[in-house]
């Protein structure tokens, strides 16, 4: 998630001195076709130049694996990128983005 692909998160970014986060989004591929349903305003346009990494999983795995993928994910991202914050920390400014998105 960032600014130009997640309108309304900036603040949350900016407070956090990032950029963006990883986020392990969800969307459904029909026929070759990738579909973004998260609400009617989604579009895969505005995500798929910064698709990070693709894997497929079954409607069964979106809640616990999905969640704990998107979180080691993270944990070797904060590694990786040097960031200078927590797990905890990229978690709660995530959360905070996820809860801005709803109010939209």
């Known amino acids: 998630m960032k600014l130009e692909n997640t ?19 969800c969307y459904l591929v029909d026929h070759g076709i990738n579909l973004d349903l998260t609400n009617k305003n989604s579009t895969i346009t505005r995500i798929e130049d910064d698709i990070i990494e693709e894997i497929s999983i079954a409607s069964h795995e979106v809640s616990e694996f999905k969640v704990n993928y998107h979180k080691d994910y993270l944990m070797q991202w904060i590694i990786k990128e040097r960031i200078p914050l927590s797990f905890d920390q990229i978690w709660s400014t995530r959360e905070l983005c996820i809860a801005s998105l709803a109010d939209n």
């Not at 309304?8 to 392990?24: R, S, V």
């Open 7 to 25: 309108p309304g998160i900036g603040n949350y970014l900016k407070e956090a001195k990032l950029t963006y986060i990883p986020e392990a989004h």
